[in-house]
């Protein structure tokens, strides 16, 4: 573990040190590739040392904050670990494509420095010295700015930067996945941050990261580099450059948002591309309905992963395979076995615990959970070292783990309990619907709606669909209101966006509360 010796002065090593530390180890090795170049482990290390170098002969020092508003690129992680060798904190900022919620967000972090870059300038325009945030540099030439560290980092030297960071310090702080328009940041520790990307050995192991790293991928290349594995790095998520890319680079590992995910597996180029290289396919961010994974595994096979956690408490259970496959159906409702080291449990409504088979409020417990909120949210997600995820769901006799849904989106109707994730299976089960996304219709209404995207070509009407809920699933299924799109309305992050769903489908929107950020919105 990277803290096993952290009582000791001197001997903490944090996971930026580790990463680097690879240029010193097997400094030929490829760490990190893009479409039209790569850098050894000697060649990234060294940018990273540079980096910190630049932001030293700035100013910044241990204990400081750093934000950084990234594109997926190389250079971005370097920034990222080149303040984590100062012993600064850092975060990946959300919102880079909307600016008032980048600036809501920095109001609540309020970093020492914001680090931006020329794809990422213009969102960060309106960001003024001295108000939220201390100062503003770039890596990379950007006009309207004086520094840039990049340039500065040219004439710096490469050496080795050890010991400024302090294990109980805080040093990281994530950015829960903000469906409702509204981002905390959960704070840890570089002890607690090392042990949450500290997954073990992971050498051949080709992580692809092609979505932002203010949310789950930061903490996937970590675990990839920090175990002796590579990365991959495309700017964005497109389903036929990343089907390309992992055929030309035998890509093992990636994480990717439920949309995202169907988006990828039904790309007409799916079938004829080479992805055997392919150990997994995580997906996150929502609660896939037992119906969809089974036809996405018919489509992919055996390569699926189902992680469930959230940004406050980090990795909870996953279900992967062999047992997430065809021939487990009854698996495919789950979210596999809790990990080792994480304690879960389900409480009925006035917490007393529930029994295996029970469903109830889901609680958890986990060596990598963030010391606390950044921002005052009005809630109490911690009490006593236990996380309420605010999820409903059930272990079974076996130990397996059903995430329901939301707590807050349980309706009644017919006298039966439905959640969004039961409307949507039931749709998802119709031969010709390739996706749905339920929401429920009001806070005090028992209704639902949901957003379909069909197979291509298929002549099936909203009406065909509730008839179909209706009969084969019963009434209490049957949505209100469907509106067939060929595209879902996602986040910045790739996931559903809750709140333009339920403004297309009932004519409002949801407000962004600090109430809302839950673990089956996928935060980290």
Not at 6 to 22: D, L, N, W
Request: hydrophobic share 40%; aromatic share 4%.
């Amino acid at each position: 573990m990277p803290d096993a010796d952290a009582t000791v002065p001197g001997h903490f090593r944090s996971f930026a040190e580790r990463i680097v530390g690879h240029g010193d180890a097997e400094p030929d090795r490829v760490l990190i590739s893009e479409p039209g170049g790569a850098l050894t482990a000697g060649e990234f290390a060294g940018l990273a040392r540079r980096l910190a170098r630049a932001l030293e002969g700035f100013g910044v020092d241990g204990g400081m904050r750093v934000a950084i508003l990234a594109p997926v690129s190389p250079e971005a992680l370097a920034a990222r670990y080149a303040a984590a060798l100062l012993g600064c904190a850092s975060v990946f900022c959300p919102g880079a494509s909307e600016r008032s919620r980048l600036h809501s967000f920095l109001g609540h972090v309020r970093p020492n420095v914001l680090v931006v870059f020329p794809e990422t300038a213009s969102a960060a325009a309106a960001v003024v010295p001295g108000d939220s945030v201390g100062s503003v540099v770039s890596v990379g030439p950007v006009k309207e700015l004086d520094v840039d560290l990049l340039a500065l980092s040219a004439t710096m030297p490469a050496d080795p930067i050890n010991g400024r960071a302090s294990a109980q310090e805080l040093g990281v702080l994530v950015s829960s996945g903000g469906t409702t328009g509204f981002s905390k940041a959960s704070c840890r520790s570089f002890a607690t941050y090392g042990r949450m990307v500290d997954a073990g050995p992971t050498t051949g192991r080709r992580q692809l990261v092609c979505t932002p790293l203010a949310y789950v991928a930061q903490v996937l290349v970590d675990q990839a580099l920090i175990g002796g594995g590579s990365a991959v790095m495309l700017r964005r998520f497109d389903p036929a450059e990343v089907l390309r890319t992992i055929a030309a680079e035998r890509i093992t590992h990636l994480g990717l948002v439920e949309p995202a995910l169907v988006e990828l597996i039904d790309h007409r180029d799916f079938l004829s591309t080479d992805v055997s290289s392919l150990v997994a396919i995580s997906h996150i961010g929502a609660n896939a309905p037992a119906s969809l994974r089974r036809r996405l595994l018919e489509r992919a096979g055996p390569v699926l992963a189902h992680p469930y956690g959230a940004s406050e408490a980090g990795m909870i259970s996953v279900l992967a395979a062999p047992e997430y496959d065809l021939t487990h159906p009854e698996l495919l409702s789950t979210a596999g076995r809790p990990l080792p080291g994480v304690e879960v449990r389900v409480d009925h409504t006035d917490g007393t615990p529930a029994s295996d088979g029970d469903a109830g409020a889901i609680v958890v417990r986990t060596p990598a959970a963030a010391e606390g909120y950044d921002v005052e949210t009005g809630s109490v997600p911690f009490i006593d070292g236990w996380y309420h995820t605010g999820d409903l769901g059930l272990l079974d006799g076996d130990g397996y783990l059903h995430v329901r849904g939301r707590q807050q989106d349980l309706r009644r109707i017919n006298g039966r309990a439905v959640l969004p994730l039961d409307v949507s299976n039931a749709l998802c089960s119709h031969p010709h619907v390739h996706y749905a996304v339920t929401v429920p219709a009001t806070a005090d209404a028992s209704g639902f709606g949901s957003v379909v995207r069909l197979a291509p070509g298929a002549e099936v009407s909203e009406s065909d669909l509730q008839a179909f809920v209706g009969d084969r699933h019963g009434r209490h299924l049957v949505p209100e209101v469907i509106s067939l799109r060929d595209q879902i309305p996602v986040t910045e992050q790739g996931k559903p966006h809750r709140g333009k769903i339920t403004s297309m489908l009932f004519g409002r929107d949801v407000a962004p509360t600090a109430h809302t950020m839950r673990a089956s919105d996928g935060g980290i």
